[in-house]
């Protein structure tokens, strides 16, 4: 009843929790350029390779050959993600010598990162009480 009288007075910003009205922030919709940058994030994200290449760099910076190693792929498909990586400016790179070093830091890549990498965690079945390999 207190629902049915919330919605006919367009009171839009309360929902009905667990039989209590809480008053909820209508957020904003998002920009068009907002909402094209988070796109351009997420199709960077959506290559298994790329998360692994960023959540390695995010721990710390490391050369192709390293990333390479660390993550077991070609040095030459870790370059070709990294360029990717680098225009989309998930990837800062810094030279030493003949040597290239790649690093992230985006503080909100790595929160988003360590979300899904959490959810997924717990996709495939972590147990209860155990520890969480993914930290934000």
């Known amino acids: 009843m207190l629902l049915q009288y ?16 809480h008053e909820r922030p209508i957020l904003p919709v ?13 199709r960077m994200l959506a290559d298994p390779t790329r998360v692994k290449i ?6 710390e910076e490391a050369s192709v050959t390293a990333l ?16 990717k990586l680098r225009l989309a400016g998930l990837v800062d790179s ?11 830091q985006d503080p909100h890549v790595h929160r988003l ?3 899904t990498l959490s959810r ?3 996709e495939t079945g972590v147990a209860s009480g155990a520890d969480h390999v993914y930290r934000a």
């Open 6 to 21: 919330l919605r006919s007075h367009a009171i839009t910003n309360l929902r009905l929790y667990g039989g209590w009205v």
């Open 30 to 42: 998002p920009t068009e350029v907002h909402a094209q940058l988070a796109a351009q994030t997420f």
């Open 54 to 59: 960023l959540w390695a760099l995010l721990q």
């Open 68 to 83: 390479a190693e660390h993550i077991g792929s070609s040095t030459t498909a870790v370059s070709q993600h990294l360029a």
């Open 94 to 104: 810094r030279r030493v010598g003949t040597f290239i070093y790649y690093s992230a």
């Open 113 to 115: 990162l360590a979300e």
């Open 120 to 122: 997924a965690e717990h």
